[in-house]
């Protein structure tokens, strides 16, 4: 028999892929979890019922969530992204990626959930890639909002690989979040939410973008990607910095300082990254 796996998100609209082979599925402490093979997307991971991870498309997501923001911070001034703290990201695509700038000390990898962690290092070996067993990294298992409360002044850059604002990860969109955060986050810092398709959910990017502005940022923005696996348009990445301009470096200087790391990526190159700032005017709206 068939199986096809529905992705539940939208209420007007629903995706199914159909699951070759599930690998694992249960109602884990805080979240119903299932692993498949897609013969399209590759392995696929979905929490809640909505897809968080593929092997054909994770790089995308991961990329930008991590090179934007250290290589503007090094472009900038080097030697400034010391420390990282990642919420969320369980699968540690994102800590993959981060643990490839050498100028990063620590990277903290904050997760509510152990058990995304456990089956994504046994069902997605290479998502992590050994990033959990770098002398670098350093895992938590808790809840973000209160780790990020007990933070003040600790994190050059603070990326938010969470959930949709259901279930565990609502209150990671919160404006007593983003201000916790905004401590936690050193002078000329930045931090990047994961913030949806804002084409499918316009008020999530509208909300997290006016909350950094109130919160006083000095730059509040947000840029896109798209990632297949995440239907519905380009998926964007909310930007509140604590640096002016830290989303207008001139693109020479990024390519010095990306040349310098001397890695593959298969997403991220500085035209890439300035490009994905310039928002199509429908998106414009929702951050202006
Ligand atoms: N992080 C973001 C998944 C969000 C999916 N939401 C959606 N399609 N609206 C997943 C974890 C990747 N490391």
């Not at 300082?257 to 490009?275: N, Q, S």
């Amino acid at each position: 028999m068939e199986r096809w796996v529905e992705e539940t998100l939208h209420l007007d609209w629903r995706t199914r892929l159909k699951a070759e082979t599930v690998l694992f599925e249960s109602q884990t402490e805080h979240q119903h979890l299932i692993i498949f093979d897609n013969n399209r997307f590759g392995r696929v991971m979905m929490l809640d019922h909505i897809v968080q991870l593929t092997t054909a498309d994770e790089f995308i997501y991961h990329e930008m969530m991590a090179h934007v923001p250290l290589t503007a911070l090094e472009a900038v001034e080097p030697e400034t992204a010391k420390s990282v703290l990642i919420v969320g990201g369980g699968d540690g695509g994102v800590l993959r990626e981060v643990l490839r700038h050498p100028s990063v000390e620590r990277a903290v990898l904050c997760e509510i959930d152990r058990s995304v962690i456990d089956m994504c290092r046994e069902y997605f070996p290479t998502v992590s890639d050994g990033a959990f067993d770098n002398p670098r990294a350093e895992i938590v298992i808790a809840d973000g909002t209160e780790y990020v409360r007990q933070q003040q002044a600790e994190f050059d850059v603070i990326m938010v690989d969470s959930t949709d604002p259901i279930g565990p990860g609502a209150v990671l969109f919160t404006k007593e979040f983003y201000g916790d955060c905004q401590r936690a986050i050193k002078e000329g810092g930045v931090m990047l939410t994961q913030n949806g398709l804002p084409f499918m959910q316009p008020d999530e990017l509208k909300q997290s973008v006016d909350f950094f502005k109130e919160l006083g940022f000095a730059e509040s923005s947000a840029f896109t990607a798209t990632t297949p696996g995440y239907f519905g348009g380009p998926m964007s990445q909310g930007w509140a910095s604590k640096r002016a301009d830290l989303s207008k470096v001139d693109v020479e200087l990024l390519w010095q300082r990306f040349k310098a790391l001397d890695i593959e990526t298969r997403y991220y190159d500085p035209e890439v990254h300035r490009g994905a700032f310039a928002l199509p005017r429908y998106i414009r709206e929702l951050v202006e």
